[in-house]
C-alpha cells in the first residue's frame, strides 16, 4: 500500500475544526487539483464558491438543517453544477444551450463531484479535515438565492473543511465482495452481506468513542426513506434543469 | 506541492495501454479506495462490475459509440448506481424503498461519482492510467441488459484502466478565477476568461504531439450542444429513477 492509497483508506468525515481559518494558498492549491479531475468533454461545469462572509455562513449553516460546523469550519466551500458558463460560451459563438436535457443534468453532477473529490484528497494530504454537507438541498432556493446563483446552476453539496479538533474512527464499509462483481450484476449473496454488515457497522456504533447509538446498517437504510427531499425536481426545473 | 497535488494535477486520460492486464490485487486494493469515499447517509449506493470477459468487453466497447479501449485496456470497469441493494437492507427490516425521487438520483449518482474519482486517484498513484467513459449512456439499456442490472440500478459511466502506452500533455482548464468565487456568483469577468481560455486551448491543440486540430473551448461548447442523449429520461424511468 503506497502513501496515497493510505490517505484515501483513512478518509473519515470531520465535523468538529479547530478555529483557524485555511490560508488562501491552501483553498487554491485545493481547487487547482479540483480542476485537475476529469470532466465530460472538456465541459468543465463546476464552479466553487467559498463563502467567507460570516452573516452567509449563519444562513447557510441554518439552511442546511442547523448543522454548526458550517459556519465554524475553517472554510466553507458551496459546489455548483454550472451550466450557465457553457451557455455563455456558445453565445459567444453564435450558439444557443440548453440545459433542459437529463443528459446534461447528470454531466453537470458528475462533473462537480469527480471535482470535489479531487478538492478532498487534496485538502487530506495537507493535513485538513472535510465533511460533505448534502443539507444544503434541504433548501436549495434558499442556497441559490443567498449565492445569487443564475439560471443553469444548482448548488449541489457543500464542503466544510478545516484543521480538524477529533479524531475519530474510520466507519466500517459493505464488504468488498458485495461492491465489486465480476461480467454481471449478481445478488445472490446480498442479503448475506447485509447481515454481516449490520453486525460490524453495529459493533462500531457500540464500541466508538463516546458511542452511544444502538443501530445497524439495515435500519439506517431504513430510516432513510423519508428523507427524500420532494422538492428538488420543481426547484431543478425552476433553475434550468428540467429533467426532460 | 506535496506528492498527492503534484499527483492530482498531473492527471491526463489515458486512451492508449500496454496489453498487460491490471493485477486482481490492485483492482481490489482501487476499489477499496473508492469505498472510502464519503457516501451520502452512508448509504453506499456504488457497486462496480469489473468485466473480464472479452465478449462482453468488445460488445461494450460498441455500445460506447466504437470506442475499442474499452475492450483491450487492461481493466474496465462499469460504474453503476445502486439503490437495489438499499432496497434489500430497507426489505431486511419490514420496510419499502422507493428510488424514484430525484433527490434519491443525486444521492446515488454523486455516491459513484465520488467513489469512482478515489479508484482513480489510488489507480495513478499505482502508475495505471485511466479513461471515464460516458459513452456507456449512449445506449444504457443495452448496458443494463448486457450486465443484468435489476431494477434501481443504473449504470453511470465506465473506466479503463491499464498501463499507459503513450504519454500525452495534460490539458489547461480554465482560469482558477473563473472556478472559484467568492460569497457570491459573479460572472463579470466571465466573457473575458472564456476568451482568454480560448486562446490558450487553441494554442495546446496546435503545439500538443500530433495535433491537427484547430478549435477553442467556446466551438466546442457549442457542438456540444447536439448530444443530449434524449433516451437518458426515458431510460431512467423505465429503470426505477422515475426522477419525481
Redesign the interface.
Known amino acids: 500500500?503506497?502513501?496515497?492509497?493510505a490517505?484515501?483508506?483513512?478518509?473519515r468525515?470531520i465535523r468538529k475544526f479547530k478555529p483557524e481559518p485555511v490560508p488562501d494558498a491552501q483553498?487554491?492549491?485545493i481547487?487547482?487539483?479540483?480542476?485537475?479531475?476529469?470532466t465530460?468533454?472538456?465541459?468543465?461545469a463546476?464552479?466553487?464558491?467559498?463563502?467567507?462572509?460570516g452573516a452567509?455562513r449563519e444562513k447557510l449553516a441554518e439552511l442546511a438543517g442547523g448543522q454548526s460546523y458550517v459556519a465554524s469550519a475553517g472554510a466553507f466551500l458551496v459546489f455548483?453544477a454550472d451550466l450557465?458558463?457553457?451557455r455563455?460560451?456558445?453565445e459567444?459563438?453564435?450558439?444557443?444551450?440548453?440545459s433542459e436535457?437529463?443528459?446534461?443534468f447528470?454531466?453537470a453532477?458528475?462533473d462537480v463531484?469527480?471535482a470535489?473529490?479531487?478538492c478532498?484528497?487534496?485538502a487530506e494530504?495537507?493535513g485538513l479535515g472535510?465533511?460533505?454537507i448534502?443539507g444544503l438541498?434541504n433548501n436549495p432556493q434558499g442556497v441559490a438565492e443567498?449565492?445569487?446563483?443564475?439560471e443553469s446552476?444548482y448548488p449541489?453539496?457543500g464542503l466544510c473543511l478545516g484543521f480538524p479538533d477529533q479524531d475519530p474512527e474510520?466507519?466500517p464499509?459493505?464488504p468488498?465482495s458485495?461492491?465489486?462483481?465480476?461480467?454481471?450484476?449478481q445478488?445472490a449473496g446480498?442479503?448475506a452481506s447485509?447481515?454481516g454488515y449490520d453486525e460490524k457497522l453495529s459493533a462500531y456504533y457500540r464500541t466508538r468513542s463516546g458511542g452511544t447509538k444502538n443501530s445497524t446498517?439495515?435500519?439506517?437504510?431504513?430510516a432513510?426513506?423519508g428523507?427524500?427531499?420532494?422538492h428538488?425536481?420543481e426547484f431543478?426545473a425552476r433553475r434550468g434543469f428540467a429533467?426532460?
Open positions: 500500500m503506497n502513501d496515497v492509497i490517505l484515501l483508506q483513512a478518509h468525515s483553498i487554491e492549491e481547487v487547482r487539483c479540483g480542476q485537475a479531475a476529469a465530460s468533454s472538456n465541459i468543465q463546476t464552479t466553487i464558491i467559498r463563502v467567507r462572509d452567509r455548483c450557465h458558463r457553457t455563455l460560451a456558445c459567444l459563438r453564435g450558439g444557443d444551450f440548453s436535457m437529463t443528459e446534461q447528470i454531466i453532477t458528475v463531484a469527480l470535489a473529490q479531487n478532498v484528497v487534496a494530504s495537507l472535510i465533511c460533505y448534502g438541498r443567498l449565492l445569487e446563483l443564475p446552476v449541489v453539496f474510520i466507519k464499509r459493505l468488498l458485495a461492491v465489486l462483481q465480476e461480467d454481471r450484476y445478488d446480498a442479503r447485509i447481515e446498517w439495515s435500519e439506517e437504510m431504513k432513510l426513506g428523507k427524500s427531499r420532494p428538488m425536481r431543478l429533467l426532460k
